[in-house]
């Protein structure tokens, strides 16, 4: 692990070799984890799959009545879907911000 890159095509060719060397010494997932970059920290793993999906939809833009109809849901079950979401990114409620928008940003800022 001693070589040194300089340029792009380089610095593939070392970043692959060091993968491979890595590969040897260390647990498969871990490896796979380093390569695809996932973050460790990903604030969106507290949410549920469904919650990830209204999340998603939340951040095309959909009301509360679209995703609904999207995931054939009530309104009712999206708002609690949205409260969650909301506790579980702890974006509080104050005057000055708008949570939702605070937590699509979080979701972007993540993917």
């Given amino acids: 692990m001693q070589r040194r890159c300089f340029n792009n095509e380089a610095l593939h060719e070392c970043a ?8 040897r010494h260390l647990p498969g ?6 390569v695809t970059g996932r973050r460790v920290d990903d604030p969106l793993d507290i949410l549920t799959v469904r ?3 209204v999340l998603s939809l939340m951040a095309e833009g959909r009301s509360n009545a679209g995703i609904a109809r999207q995931l054939w ?5 999206v708002e609690k879907h949205v409260h969650s979401i909301l506790q579980k990114l702890r974006l509080p409620e104050t005057g000055d911000d708008h949570r939702r928008v605070l937590a699509v940003i979080t979701y972007l800022d993540v993917r």
């Fill in 16 to 23: 692959s070799g060091y993968v491979n060397q890595l590969s």
């Fill in 29 to 34: 997932v871990l490896v796979h984890e380093l």
């Fill in 51 to 53: 919650e990830r999906e």
């Fill in 73 to 77: 849901v009530t309104e009712g079950t």
